[in-house]
Each structure stands twice: as C-alpha cells, then as structure tokens.
C-alpha cells in the first residue's frame, strides 16, 4: 500500500504563486510515477502534471508553462510549484502515485490517492 499526504493548498491571488508538496509514504519501492490531478466543483477530475520514475514529464495545456512539477526521491515527495494562478485554477488539487510503469506517465492508470488540498485563486 502507498499512503500520500498534501500539503500547501490555500487562497491565492491572481497571477500569484502556491507551492504544493506531497510526502509519499508506505510501499514506496513500488511507485514509479507521480503526479497531480484536479477537480473543481461540478467537474471531473483532470490530470495537470506528471513525472515519470526517470524523470519525463507531462502536462495538461492548460498548465503548461505555468506549473512545474518535481521530486526529491531522498526525501519521498513530490511537488507543484503553481505560478501566473488563474480563477479557473481554484480546485480541490490530489496527488498521484503510479504503480506500473517507470518509463510512462499514463494520464488514465488510477494508482494511489492522497486526500486533496483546496487551492483557491480569488481577489
């Protein structure tokens, strides 16, 4: 089993920044991607970034540019440095382990669930 926590969810103001971390804990030998999705109220979940075992990442077009996403294998995160926020970013943001591939990010593979952190991007 593979437990994920978030952390650094929070009120942002247009074109400002938030960091997010998540702390991957558990069969960690077994995680090979790991990425963030999203979901705002009345919408499906969406992926926005993720990062393969070796490092290849992926990004929703709408993030592109905007968000990067990173991980430290020493210390079992992964974070989402969010800058330029817009309003249609306010979602509730989860992070996202991968269980079968070290060399593909596969958008649609479910994996392992953290419990979501709320990102809110208002004046």
């Known amino acids: 089993q593979v437990q994920l926590v978030e952390f650094g969810g929070g009120l942002a103001q247009p074109g400002g920044s938030l960091r997010l971390t998540c702390v991957v804990s558990?069969?960690?030998?077994?995680?090979?991607?790991v990425g963030w999705y999203r979901q705002a109220p009345g919408n499906q979940r969406e992926f926005v970034a993720g990062?393969?075992?070796?490092?290849?990442?992926d990004y929703a077009d709408s993030v592109k540019g905007r968000f990067t996403i990173s991980r430290d294998n020493a210390k079992n995160t992964v974070s989402l440095q969010m800058n330029a926020l817009k309003p249609d970013d306010t979602a509730v943001y989860y992070c996202?382990?991968?269980?079968?591939?070290?060399?593909?990010?596969?958008?649609?593979?479910?994996?392992?669930w953290g419990q979501g952190t709320q990102v809110t991007v208002s004046l």
């Open positions: 996202n382990a991968k269980v079968t591939s070290r060399t593909i990010f596969r958008r649609d593979e479910s994996g392992y």
């Open positions: 558990g069969t960690i030998l077994s995680v090979y991607g």
């Open positions: 990062m393969t075992l070796y490092g290849a990442t």
